[in-house]
């Protein structure tokens, strides 16, 4: 994710509160256009859509979305208002928020009731199910048929499935890479310089040789990296888990009777906090790692030998070698591709519920899941100037350009964007391929409604904040840090919160005949 790798504010908090952080895959579009054909086109949308600008009156949108500031941004916002004055008479303000504040400024953003139009939601990030439990964003249902032709053409229907809450679609999903493969990314040239093989990586404890050999031999480098988001939630589908949205509840995916069980009390989680706490003594990851919001600055300094990467993708080795600062990777899967109602809203796109123009707003993200060219811009900024071309299909940032957002998938329809150095030519194609393959989870299209168990939700997420950073980077012996975070869970209302989830989705494997 998706980027994928940053995380957020307690991966296995957001994950386990909420959704699962996976990034996850897109069905090609060839095969699936439920979406487009189950919505009537009306004979406005056409006009909708191609409207003169002479016929519209000219709106300025606000786009909020996760991701390191660029420093020629406004180059880059110039170039791409020519486009959108031409197009849509729009005047499009990029406001990017590093990830570590991402969470906190979006919090605030909409609890002033703050005018914008557009942001960057997921499961993970500003999250989507307490955005729609809070009434942030604009239901879409009406709008996509009329204003956003070119979405509804594109997206699977298992797309607008996933995004649904209470029936609703409150949210664009982001086409990229659907499908959620755990997996990890390690420093090609640190693992050759110890003889380590990547391919012997088939579970975490696998890597020990490595972080050891690192730890005691390079004290500038950081073996795993961790953070205050812990990584269970990087590896939930390894653990043969699919979160779900709302709360606590996980059912194992290879458990077709679809039993919710309180993750945090599972073995499997015992035994990743078992080993966090090692790692933590034998100082594999930083000591502050409880506390820190955001690894970017390590990754540009490439810091971390071993980054625990969530969703493993074709072309991703390439993403994080820019990320870790031009240093080669080798990435390691640790589960199949698997399809999940959680791993495809990953990566959304809600307009706000304060947007002045909603409507504009919807248009804009339209055309950029069209134009290739106003979707590049805002990828990978102007040739010449922030990238060369190294042929028709690919290109390579200029070093110190000033522009290299590196977040391809987390602006609408990533099959625009030209490759990356590194990516090979068909990788779209392939990307397309492992998301119509993969193994669909037994819960796929099952969508939860938090409204039952809001309450209960909150006051979960309270405590989780507290422990689930100290937990999962080992901080604190995890015995007694899980037993009082489970005696804290209860009194919250986990139990609750479970039985709501099993109750619901009993409901719908009754109602499709599971």
Known sequence: MLKQTKKFGSTFLTLGLLSTTVLAACGSGNSDKGAASSSPSSPAASGAASAAPADLKPVDLTWYFAGNPQADVASVEAEMNKILKEKLNVTLHLKAIDWGNFDQKMQLVNASGEEYDLAFTSSWANNYFVNVSKGAF????????????NIMSTIPEVGWEAVKVNGKIYSVPNYQIWAMTNGLAIQKEIADKYGFDPSTVKKYEDLEPLLEAVKTNHPELVPYENDKSGKFGNSTVHYGFETISGGVGVIRIADESLQVVNMYETDEYKSLLKLMRDWYQKGYFRKDAATLADTSGDRKAGKPVVVNEGNVKPGGEAEMAVALGGREVVNVKLSEPYLLTTSI??????????????????????????????????????????????????????????????????????????????????????????????????????????????????????????????????????????????????????????????????????????
């Open 138 to 149: 604009v239901p879409l249902d009406d709008l996509l048929p009329q204003y956003a032709p």
């Open 345 to 514: 809203i990953a990566t959304l796109t809600g307009i706000s519920k304060t947007s002045k123009n909603p409507e504009r707003a919807l248009m804009f993200l339209d055309l950029l899941y069209s134009d290739k060219e106003l979707f590049n811009l805002l990828a990978h900024g102007i040739e010449g100037k922030h990238y060369t071309k190294l042929d028709e299909h690919t290109v390579e940032p200029i070093t110190e350009g000033g522009y290299n957002p590196n977040s391809d998938w987390e602006f609408g329809n990533q099959f625009n964007s030209f490759y990356r150095k590194g990516q090979q030519p068909g990788t779209w194609e392939e990307t397309i391929k492992i998301n119509e393959t993969a193994k669909a989870s037994p819960l796929l299209g099952f969508s939860f409604d938090p409204t039952p168990v809001k309450t209960e939700i909150a006051q979960v997420s309270t405590v989780t904040t507290q422990y689930v950073p100290l937990l999962e980077t080992g901080s604190v012996d995890p015995e007694q840090g899980l037993a009082e975070m489970l005696k804290k869970l209860k009194a919250a209302g986990a139990d609750k919160i479970v039985a709501e989830q099993q109750k619901q989705i009993d409901a719908w494997k009754q109602a499709n005949g599971k």
